[in-house]
């Protein structure tokens, strides 16, 4: 794993990625993000997604991570990104879309007291009252679902 800069990203982040480093694990965005959402420690969440079927240094189905939330007590539900753009300032509050960047640049409109995980094309993160806990806050990649963790 290249060397993470500490001013990139959250120390939860930064956490949850040395406890990956010494676990050898690799591709587990979504054991990352789900750790985050649920509050439970990553060895716990990574143990429980594997005895539901995640593969060591593989991607996480959808299900794995849903039957995870769940066993946790909490659900993943799809909302509107525009709840989330509304709330944007002048010409921004049009974008359709939100992007991975966007808790960072708009942060007022993150920062609700929710947390929600962000689905991107081979990705997952997440996103608690407007702080980015992942790789993935200095880029933009484009959400394709965006659920509200209840």
Known sequence: MARLHASSFSSTYLALSNEAAAAGESNDCAVKAITVVTGRPYAEVLATMTRLG???????????????????GKRAVAIDQRTITSRYPGKHSAKVCVTSHQPDRFPAAWKDGKTYLMLTKGHILAVVNGTCHDWSRNRSLDCITLFEVL
């Open 54 to 72: 995640r593969k060591p240094r593989a991607g996480t189905p959808m299900h794995v991570n849903r039957q995870t939330l769940e066993l946790f």
